[in-house]
Structure formats: C-alpha cells, structure tokens
T-cell receptor
C-alpha cells in the first residue's frame, strides 16, 4: 500500500528566501504524486503533479518538485518565498491498487509554511 | 475548467438534527466523487467514494448509516450527516474525478459543519 510522509510539520522562512518542503513516499507501483496547497478555511488547490513523465515538475506560483525514485522523495521547492505562500501544504500519492477499481489519494499530514517579513 | 462547488460553505445545526451538504461538478461530468473529512490542523481523511448510480464505498471506521452519500447524477453528490453530534463538527471536503482512469481529483472549497 502507498503512504506518504511529510518530514516537517512546520517550516518558517523569511520573505525572499528559498522554500523546501520535504516529502517521502512509499509505493509498490509507479506512483502518481501531487502537491496541494490549502489556505485557511479554503479548499485545496493543485500546485503540481508527477505522473511518470519528466522528473522535474514545474507548478503554479513558481513552485517545483523533483521526483527522485532512488530516494523515494518528492520535495517541493520555491526559489523565493512570498508572504502569500503562507499556507498548509499537502504531499499526496495516488493509490493505484485496485480498491474497487478506484484510485484513491493518500494525504500526508501536511506542512504549515510560515513566511516572515 | 474542472470546477467543483459545495453548498453550503458553512452550516450550524443543533445536536440530533440532520444536515445535507451538496457537491457539484460545474463544468464536467464526474464519474466518481469523493468525500473527505478534515479536523482542525489535521490532514484530509477519505470517508467514502461514490460512483453515479451505485452505492458508495465507505472507508473503514466510517459509519455508513450516519454519513449517507447519494450520487444521483454525474454532476451532483450529497452527503447527509444524520443525527449530528458535536463530535461530527468538522470541515467536509468533496472532490470529483472526470475520468475513471484519471489519478487527479478536483476539490471543492469545503463545508464547515458546527454542531451545537
């Protein structure tokens, strides 16, 4: 079964500095991996997704993530943080096992990103 | 494209009453819809998966008689919390998939339920 571990529950950065949110996954299959962002009391917005194409995935708002099979990692990065990036970020893996034929999403515990002026 | 809406966005109800939450795919037909629950400062937990015209598949530990899911059409799914109690207070989020083979889900904005 698939699982995902977000290594940091909280990350704090200064505006203009790089962001690194770490995610490791466990999968018996070729996984599909996603990063979602959730602002307070809002729904989830897809930042980017990896589905077995290019290992370096570029997403919205300057975020990108690199799929590293040897390390089973899918870390999210951004070169320069903005105040508006402060939110909760979820690393997600798709469970491709046949559970009634439906591909379920398995969510990590989340990383809260704080951005300071 | 791929917009999912939920109604209401927040609801307060008294203990013992039932409340219905709607999830609609606005610009696509949703072959499958999902219902998640999120407690404060926690991750999303899948409650159930439903396909149009068939019974929902509930995750282990989720009471199917308490959380009634109806997926009556390709654009509408409803979650009814029956005989709500304060511990049912949570953020309920739905998502939808437009193709059976797709891994991607499109999420609604969520419904905050408070049971007093």
């Amino acid at each position: 079964a698939q699982s995902v571990t977000q290594l940091d529950s909280h990350v704090s950065v200064s505006e203009g500095t790089p962001v690194l949110l770490r995610c490791n996954y466990s999968s018996s299959y070729s996984p599909s991996l996603f990063w979602y962002v959730q602002h307070p009391n809002k729904g989830l917005q897809l930042l980017l997704k990896y589905t077995s194409a290019a290992t370096l995935v570029k997403g919205i708002n300057g975020f990108e993530a690199e799929f590293k099979k040897s390390e089973t990692s899918f870390h999210l990065t951004k070169p320069s943080a903005h105040m508006s990036d402060a939110a909760e970020y979820f690393c997600v893996v798709s469970d491709s096992t046949l559970s009634g034929g439906y591909n379920k999403l398995i969510f990590g515990a989340g990383t809260r990103l704080a951005v300071h002026p | 494209g791929a917009v999912v809406s939920q109604h209401p966005s927040w609801v307060i109800c008294k203990s013992g009453t039932s409340v219905k939450i709607e999830c609609r795919s606005l610009d696509f037909q949703a072959t499958t819809m999902f219902w998640y629950r999120q407690f404060p400062k926690q991750s999303l937990m899948l409650m159930a998966t439903s396909n149009e015209g068939s019974k929902a598949t509930y995750e282990q530990g989720v009471e199917k008689d308490k959380f009634l899911i109806n997926h009556a059409s390709l654009t509408l799914s409803t979650l009814t919390v029956t005989s709500a109690h304060p511990e049912d207070s949570s953020f309920y989020i739905c998502s939808a998939r437009d193709r059976p083979s797709s891994y991607e889900q499109y999420f609604g904005p969520g419904t905050r339920l408070t049971v007093t």
